[in-house]
């Protein structure tokens, strides 16, 4: 099994900050890897895939980058909405896995 | 507008059994994968199990494997989730979610929430 290491657990920036997350597998996953944001009490939204490719109405300010076993999510400008925990998950492997996750905070 | 609703959560004791339910519309469900992601009180998310558009394949993790079967009724639109042998460990809210364009997850319902207690 690929496990997925998110750091760090808690990111306190300012809004209008920028914020970086990482993501770390324990073997190459390649591209295949996606973003997903969580918000309390709401389902996981997809922010990005193949490791940079943005989502359906995601906006620019979200980015991704990376290959292999190391990987970056950058909020460039943080919003209010943007408060929240972000996963990341590997599809290159069975079983499909996910990072602890890192909850941005104010 | 892609939709999926989930239904059929509760309260049950352990060794107990539920079937889980997700409604879809807004797209051609036969034609996508599908899969079951769980998450456990204050924790992360858990990838359960996938099943191929015409139902032929199924995958599951290792932790819900024998105990869980996943299932399709693509007349009816509709995924299923039979989960029989519960444990504690098994509590979590449990979403439905369409398969994108690789197994990454591009719409998510809202969840059914199973709980497993005496």
């Known amino acids: 099994e690929i496990v997925m290491t998110q750091s760090p657990a808690t990111l306190s920036v300012s809004p209008g900050e920028r914020a970086t997350l990482s993501c770390r597998a324990s073997?190459?996953?390649?591209?295949?890897l996606a973003w997903y944001q969580q918000k309390p009490g709401q389902a996981p939204r997809l922010l990005i895939y193949g490791a940079s490719t943005r989502a359906t109405g995601i906006p620019a300010s979200f980015s991704g980058s990376g290959s292999g076993t190391e990987f970056t999510l950058t909020i460039s400008s943080l919003q209010s909405e943007d408060f929240a925990v972000y996963y990341c998950q590997q599809y290159n492997n069975w079983p499909l896995t996910f990072g602890g996750g890192t909850k941005v905070e104010i | 507008e892609v939709q999926l609703v989930e239904s059929g959560g509760g309260l049950v004791q352990p060794g107990g059994s539920l079937r889980l339910s997700c409604a879809a519309s807004?797209?051609?469900?036969?034609?996508?994968?599908m899969s079951w992601v769980r998450q456990a009180p204050g924790t992360g998310l858990e990838w359960v199990s996938s099943?191929?558009?015409?139902?032929?394949?199924?995958f599951y993790a290792d932790s819900v494997k024998g105990r869980f079967t996943i299932s399709r009724d693509n007349s009816k639109n509709t995924l299923y989730l039979q989960i029989n042998s519960l444990r504690a460990e098994d509590t979590a809210v449990y979403y439905c979610?369409?398969?994108?364009?690789?197994?990454?997850?591009?719409?998510w319902g809202q969840g059914t929430r199973v709980t497993v207690s005496s």
């Open positions: 807004g797209f051609t469900f036969s034609s996508y994968d």
């Open positions: 099943i191929y558009g015409g139902g032929d394949n199924t």
């Open positions: 979610a369409k398969r994108g364009p690789d197994w990454f997850w591009d719409y």
């Open positions: 073997q190459s996953v390649s591209s295949n």
